[in-house]
């Protein structure tokens, strides 16, 4: 099967604006051309005229041609009349709805020339065509209009409608090189479910911490690096990427003091639903997003908003979505074989009107302006890799691999979400019910990922201790928290008692696993007493006479560094410090040793 134009075919509804080509009678574009066109496209279709009159011989041709194409018989004997070059123009035209900008089949094509009615009656121009879409256009196949789009008015070459409904579809037109497989390499990154996971830890953080709501969307440094340490995979561009797909799916709100929060009925609905409805969502979200311009965020692109150009995100991501059909799920491609076949089938993915001088787009490492169809590979070629590695990464749909030192993308995968998502095969069933919450001795309560209801409810009750790696894809694989007084405590200040934190564990423990008695009675006592033991971790400092710790003790600098004197000749320090000490007591004249880990320095 010629898979990448039957790609073409399924694409034609993301053409100008989105939406189907303007429907354009065959009358009106004849009553547009000039008197000798007219004579000249009668003589093509055997139409003999009765007027003079260019608007008569214009409803005189156009009633004749539709008769004709109406016709089976006659239809197919004006079909059999045109090269193989020509049928192959109309039924590309076909394939884009009917329809394209002139500056594209121009390119596709060859061009029209601009003659006028004396130099035509000189030349007769339609006796050597320069171009099969020239020829087409002294046969009457071909008119030409004005449309318009974002960017202003532009002109257009179309099929007049008479004609087009009789336009054999059985015949196809010369074939693109199919999409070959590649082996699978050493190494292949699936990101799996761990956006989702990263979705509830970002609610879960919000939930808890006052992160200030900003025009910009900018979060402050140490609300960046608190969150870095609690995700799956903290990669800046994917945050960011986050955040804005969580605000625009409406799961976020801004209290009366301006702090961002979580919006209950719809966060809830979302963390209840499974992981295919939760993930479809995200994608969803994304794929319909007319406020995250990908193009934007291409590393190695700047485009410059300068108002006088726009593209349309939602078109080109639905373009690069539809051209995935043609891979099977599971099998490698090569990144470069795929944006080239994009490149051959549909070179307009992003600029369906081929404009490609007046969009300001600057080479990050050069400056230098992409203008241009030379600039194809560097800007739509581009949008691609940034879209397979970034986004569609991201959620999950394809999985990815690098080689060479530059460890540049090289290949991918349709995985089993994206071929669900895309419609290639029915989703697969999901994990059997997951492992019930662990309560361990030491207070730490493991939570399998796809927990995520529960994992949510247990952040505000406990304090985060590790996630699974980026890497990670088993779905038992747990997230770790700790009860302590700290977090009790911040329970109870958003209206969670002892008593419902308890009940919550007892529940998501499962029926075959009772809350452990010591769990019961910690908690229990820690509300009616509060904080009575408290385990910090801290570097001892010890000195061989206590007037060398009330030299340290004396200094400004050092002082600060030290957490309290717990001897004559002893203090402790804050864990975080103890390089900084080891810096200052040198500055005094003292040679301290070390005792700690080779990799702690």
């Not at 006796?127 to 974002?150: H, N």
């Not at 440094?221 to 995979?233: E, P």
């Not at 043609?326 to 491609?333: A, D, L, N, S, T």
């Not at 007591?585 to 070390?594: H, T, Y």
Request: net charge negative; aromatic share 8%.
């Amino acid at each position: 099967m010629i898979m990448m134009m039957m790609m073409m075919m399924m694409m034609m509804s993301h053409r100008i604006g989105g939406g189907q080509a303007r429907v354009r009678s065959l009358r009106r574009s004849l009553l547009n051309a000039e008197l000798l066109r007219l004579r000249v496209i009668a003589r093509f279709w055997d139409v003999t005229l009765t007027s003079n009159r260019r608007r008569d011989v214009a409803s005189e041709l156009a009633e004749a041609m539709t008769t004709l194409m109406a016709a089976p018989e006659s239809s197919g004997e004006v079909w059999d009349t045109l090269s193989e070059t020509e049928r192959n123009v109309l039924l590309d035209l076909m394939i884009e709805g009917g329809e394209l900008p002139m500056r594209v089949l121009v390119r596709r094509w060859g061009e029209i020339r601009a003659i006028g009615p004396g130099r035509m009656e000189r030349e007769k121009p339609w006796r050597a065509p320069v171009s099969p879409v020239e020829s087409l256009w002294y046969k009457g196949f071909i008119a030409r209009a004005f449309d318009q789009g974002a960017e202003g008015a532009y002109e257009v070459g179309f099929i007049p409608l008479e004609l087009r409904d009789h336009i054999p579809r059985s015949s196809e037109p010369t074939s693109h090189a199919d999409l070959k497989a590649v082996g699978t390499p050493d190494v292949i990154l699936s990101a799996g479910e761990a956006l989702l996971d990263d979705a509830c830890t970002l609610l879960a953080y919000l939930q808890n911490e006052r992160v200030p709501s900003r025009p910009d969307d900018a979060w402050s440094t140490v609300h960046q690096q608190t969150l870095n340490r609690q995700l799956r995979h903290p990669d800046a561009d994917r945050l960011i990427f986050l955040r804005h797909l969580v605000r625009r799916l409406g799961w976020l709100r801004v209290t009366d003091a301006n702090m961002l929060r979580p919006e209950p009925e719809s966060v809830t609905r979302w963390l209840q639903s499974s992981s295919q409805e939760q993930q479809r969502a995200l994608v969803e979200g994304w794929r319909s997003d007319p406020t995250w311009n990908d193009l934007f965020h291409v590393p190695t692109l700047v485009p410059e908003d300068t108002g006088a150009w726009r593209n349309d995100p939602v078109l080109a991501r639905k373009a690069v979505l539809g051209h995935l059909k043609i891979c099977r799920p599971g099998i490698c491609y090569a990144v470069d074989d795929f944006v080239a076949a994009i490149k051959r089938a549909d070179f307009d993915f992003q600029r369906p009107d081929g404009d490609y001088e007046t969009w300001y787009i600057r080479c990050a490492e050069t400056g230098a302006y992409l203008a241009g169809i030379e600039s194809w590979d560097d800007v739509e070629g581009a949008l691609i890799r940034y879209l397979l590695d970034g986004p569609l990464a991201w959620l999950g749909l394809v999985d990815v691999g690098r080689g060479g030192e530059t460890e540049a993308l090289a290949v991918f995968r349709v995985s089993a979400a994206g071929a669900a998502f895309l419609d290639l095969e029915p989703s697969a069933p999901g994990p059997e019910e997951a492992a019930p919450i662990v309560i361990g001795e030491d207070f730490t309560v493991h939570v399998p990922p796809i927990r995520r209801y529960e994992r949510f409810q247990l952040a505000r009750v406990a304090d985060w201790v590790t996630s699974p790696g980026k890497d990670s894809t088993s779905p038992q694989t747990a997230f770790v928290y700790r009860l302590t007084p700290t977090s009790l405590g911040r329970a109870r200040r958003q209206g969670i008692p002892v008593a419902r934190v308890l009940a919550f564990l007892d529940q998501a423990t499962g029926e075959d696993t009772p809350l452990p008695r010591f769990v019961e009675a910690a908690l229990t006592r820690w509300d009616a007493r509060g904080r009575e033991v408290c385990l910090e971790r801290v570097t001892l400092l010890q000195v061989s006479d206590e007037e060398i710790l009330d030299q340290v003790m004396a200094s400004a600098r050092a002082s600060r560094l030290l957490d309290r004197r717990v001897g004559p000749a002893a203090a402790l320090v804050k864990e975080r410090n103890w390089s900084r000490l080891v810096v200052e007591l040198g500055k005094m004249g003292l040679l301290p040793d070390v005792d700690v880990e080779k990799d702690d320095w």
